[in-house]
């Protein structure tokens, strides 16, 4: 959150940029009427000698009268030319100009929130800020990402509700695009293992406008129903979550399609990193979940307080309107991140986690058993960024794609999948190995073992990297990014996958997992086809 919030309606009445050592962080800048409240962002993002911070003056809408001078415009730059009738532009640190007007009795034409984000690559996707094209002047260093003001004018409207367009379409599908790893960065980032369409290295490039792209290729090949980002959206220690995040929604945000998200283990380390907590705001480094859930088209949630984690929840996908029905629910758990001091140690997911699971789907199982007119077959999916234990044990269970990394999985295995068998699960899909791109089922002995857990299924699918910011290459060779789609089909009770993958046109390793509601282990015809030119 930003001080904004502190005011219910609140406009700015002034900005400038202060200065101080690094020893000494100012707590106010006085100057002027109003409220000083501090952007926490340094604007030279931690790297020079000294700290430099954005100021804004607040005031209360209610509070003013006609005489009293607000801000109605902000540049940054050369001077700009006066407005005439006696309004002049107004000269602040950083090259900033500030043009003052008295109240007039609405506040349409003021600005009421002023932003900073940072790189020549960065975006707003806020309907109604804009983001100005130059950058503050402050002599920073020049590969340190430039830092740009974003200016919200007059009152953001109302945010609608996305989850009304999680439905089905007239035939009965619902489309997912899966997009994992981005890894996004403030500033451009650098790629070192990007190889051409016949698999020749390519020498380093500009990493975040690669993965822009190739989202937007995506989204334009596939036209999906719902987006599910399936964590490590932000690089570790990256300097500013927020540039990160809405490059990696802004082309989702753009097509209008809603979108929801799990956090990996990326996403919340480093010293500036912002936690995936919704608590709190800037300055205490929590508001990684607030930055999406004040987005356009977004479903995230941060869950239930009582359970483990950030950002366990589920949507329900209903039949065509009006109906109310569910026809499928996908399940969000937080996959916490690595075990602090244990090297490619992962934390489980806690029992509070499948407590809450297990109890959410049986509760939704009573609703559709109370509803006479629901689909008996009803498909569910689990989306989380690190892979389940059970990983390491389905590569004879491969049906589709590859593992070419050992997976990366909690060692402590606290039961998670045998809860998913329980509540009769179609498909789990995780990222975080970024170039294993598989499909398996865990095989049949496995099953055995288990507690007499024998039936088929859920099937364990890796996303596959996304990011052109995260590494694609193992072992020596490089590899093509990609992204997993989903597509169910509510009128055969039927669930397909296949990918997207750079340069290809087509659809890689499309694979039949559900049909008429029963889990397809035919390790023959599609398995035998999985292997593509482009792998």
């Known amino acids: 959150m930003t001080p904004f919030a502190s005011y219910t309606r609140p406009v700015v009445v002034d900005l ?31 790297t020079s000698r000294q700290h430099a911070w954005l100021y804004v003056a607040l005031a209360n809408e209610e509070d003013f009268a006609a005489e009293d001078l607000l801000v109605t415009d902000i540049r940054v730059g050369e001077r700009p030319l006066n407005p005439g009738l006696g ?18 009795g609405s506040i349409d034409r003021a600005v009421t929130e002023v932003d900073i984000l940072f790189g020549t690559d960065a975006v707003d996707p806020r309907p109604q800020w804009t983001l100005l094209i130059s950058s503050l002047q402050l002599s920073g260093q020049p590969e340190v990402p430039i830092a740009r003001l974003s200016v919200l004018h007059g009152r953001a409207r109302p945010v609608p509700d996305a989850r009304a367009a999680l439905r089905v379409s007239e035939d009965g599908t619902f489309k997912i695009v899966q997009i994992s790893d981005t890894h996004m960065v403030t500033g451009v980032g650098v790629c070192n293992d990007a190889i051409d369409v016949n698999g020749k290295h390519l020498p380093a490039s500009e990493a975040d406008p690669l993965t822009v792209a190739f989202i937007a290729s995506i989204l334009d090949a596939e036209k999906p129903d719902l987006v599910i980002l399936t964590g490590d959206q932000v690089h570790h220690d990256t300097p500013d979550s927020q540039t990160a995040l809405f490059k990696v929604v802004a082309p989702i945000i753009e097509r209008a399609i809603p979108f929801a998200a799990v956090f990996g283990n990326h996403d919340c380390e480093g010293t500036y990193a912002l936690s995936p907590s919704t608590l709190a705001d800037y300055a205490s480094g929590t508001a990684q979940m607030s930055i999406l859930r004040n987005l356009p088209f977004n479903l995230c949630e941060s869950g ?22 569910s026809l499928s629910t996908l399940y969000f758990l937080d996959s916490h991140g690595q075990i602090l001091g244990k090297k490619r140690n992962y934390d489980h997911i806690k029992q509070s986690q499948i407590d809450w699971f297990t109890g959410l789907c049986q509760s939704q199982r009573r609703v559709r058993e109370k509803d006479n007119n629901v689909t008996p077959i009803h498909l569910s999916l689990v989306f989380q960024h690190i892979p389940l234990p059970e990983f390491v044990d389905c590569r004879p269970g491969i049906r589709s794609g590859h593992q070419r990394e050992r997976p990366e999985v909690p ?41 007499k857990l024998t039936q088929p299924g859920p099937w364990l699918c890796y996303g596959g990297g996304s990011g052109f910011g995260g590494y694609s290459s ?3 060779r490089r590899y093509h990014r990609r992204a997993r789609v989903w597509q169910l089909d509510t009128g055969t009770a039927s669930l397909r996958t296949w990918k997207r993958v750079e ?33």
């Open 16 to 46: 400038t940029v202060c200065f101080s050592p690094p020893t000494v962080t100012p707590s106010t800048c006085e100057q002027g009427r109003g409220t000083w409240h501090r952007i926490e962002k340094d604007l030279y993002l931690h």
């Open 87 to 104: 309004h002049v532009w107004k000269s602040r640190p950083g090259g900033i100009w500030v043009l003052r007007r008295k109240f007039s």
């Open 304 to 325: 239930p307080e009582q359970v483990d984690g950030m950002g366990n929840f589920c949507l329900n996908v209903l039949a065509p309107a009006p109906s109310h029905v």
């Open 411 to 451: 060692r402590f295995n606290s039961g998670f999948y045998d809860a998913l068998v329980k509540e009769g699960i179609s498909a789990f899909g995780c990222g975080h190995d970024h170039v294993n791109d598989f499909c398996a089922l865990l095989p049949q002995q496995k099953l055995r073992d288990r507690d």
């Open 474 to 476: 193992f072992g020596g």
């Open 503 to 535: 340069y290809s046109t087509d659809r890689v390793d499309d694979l039949l997992l559900v049909e008429g509601g029963a889990v397809v282990d035919d390790p023959g015809e599609e398995y035998g086809s999985r292997n593509c030119v482009l792998n």
